[in-house]
């Protein structure tokens, strides 16, 4: 074969080699073509992302699955827990003086008191007293005017004479009977008529001269006297009033000595008899403790209620107290001079138990206790076994306490004691 000049023989290639000089093979032998190989290769590099992306997101859930385990582990295992608390929750048990009985309400009232009540009819002319004046036996209150009682004691005096003067008549009459009887000329009928005329003229004069001296003795003291000594409660009388016999004047109360009358259940009839100790506040001195012992108990109960009433006589020689005042407080049935004490708030019901929390350390114990006296009103109880004077206990609600715990008490106060 001729070349032109200028130009290189060219090889053959494959293609058209295996074309030219072998046999037909099947397309899956070929050789791809241009065409596509270049897809093959679009294809491999778009391909690659999501294979990363599908790794990554397996090795995450793997991941994910192994720390749900660790974590599930993890929750399985207790985590130490700390308390907070207030200083106001830490009490210290301290050493007190309990005492525990049956509650009461009363009132006080002078222990004698006398109604001064009118004893004649009469225009009052003065008077001399005023209420809460002292006065002493024998004393003047007030006085009539004595020409009421003038009058009444002429009018009493005449009447005697009348009465001496029918008497007489009587007497007469009935000696003049006795001789006409002697000398038959009267029937027995005669002389028991005029026997009996003679006693009723009698009658007629002892009454007259009784009412005669009673006159007499009220012209003589016009004052109305003071029955005791005391002090004056009420005066219910004005000068110039016209009074009649069995007014109520004045009211005179000893107040040396009051009496307060008080009420109970009835159930307490076996724990209160005379001399039982009661200890008592009265609303007028707040703060200050009254006390007595019962005096003595009403043999019935009150009617409806059926409530027990006792007495106790309470001294007062200063005067500093008054009647009608109400009090409040209990008998007392049991006491202890030197208790452990803690407030009842302390005390916690777990189950059948009686517990409290002691802070020891800055860790809660748990301590299981019995109960002794409890003083509901002074809101303290005796504390039996496992607690001493000076212990810090906790009181409240303090959610997640249990024995064990650590306790943070929050600055503040000291611990208060019970």
Known sequence: MKRRPGTTPSSPSPASS???????????CRPPATDEVHAMKLKTTLSRPFAWLAG??????????GGCGQRGAESATPIAQTVLVSPGDVVLAHTAALEAGTAFTGELQPAQITNVKCRFDGDIDRVLVREG???????????????????????????????????????????????????????????????????????????????????????????????????????????G??????????????????ELSATLPSEALARVRPGTPIRFHIDAFPGEVFRGEVSRLNPTTEPGTRQLR???????????????????????????PAATAAPIA????????????????????????????????????????????GD???????????????????????????
Do not use: W
Request: glycine share 10%; charged share 25%; aromatic share 2%.
């Open 18 to 28: 295996a074309t030219a000089g072998s046999p037909c093979l099947p397309r899956s």
């Open 56 to 65: 990554t997101l397996l090795i995450a859930l793997f991941a994910g699955i």
């Open 133 to 239: 004046q002292s006065v002493r036996r024998g004393q003047a209150l007030a006085t009539f005017r004595p020409r009421d009682v003038e009058d009444r004691l002429r009018a009493a005096e005449a009447q005697v004479l009348a009465a001496t003067a029918a008497l007489r008549a009587a007497e007469n009459g009935e000696a003049r009977a006795r001789r006409l009887f002697a000398a038959g000329a009267a029937a027995p009928s005669d002389l028991e008529a005029a026997e009996a005329q003679r006693s009723a003229a009698q009658a007629g004069l002892d009454q007259a001269e009784a009412m005669r001296n009673t006159a007499r003795e009220d012209a003589e003291s016009l004052d109305v006297p003071s029955p005791i000594k005391g002090r004056v409660s009420q005066v219910a009388i004005h000068a």
């Open 241 to 258: 009033d016209r009074t009649l016999i069995g007014d109520p004047l004045f009211q005179i109360v000893d107040t040396d000595t009051l």
């Open 310 to 336: 006792i007495y106790t006589r309470l001294a007062n020689p200063d005067g500093r107290l008054v009647g009608g005042l109400f009090a409040s407080g209990r008998v007392v049935n049991e006491s202890r």
């Open 346 to 389: 302390a005390v916690r019901k777990e189950g059948s138990e009686q517990v409290v929390y002691r802070l020891r350390g800055g860790v809660a114990e748990r301590v299981a206790v019995a109960l002794g006296i409890v003083d509901e009103e002074a809101g303290i109880c005796e504390l039996l076994g496992g607690v001493a004077p």
């Open 392 to 418: 810090s206990l906790l009181t409240g609600i303090l959610p997640g306490l249990r024995g064990g715990v650590r306790v943070t008490v929050l600055a503040g106060a000291a611990p208060a004691q019970g």
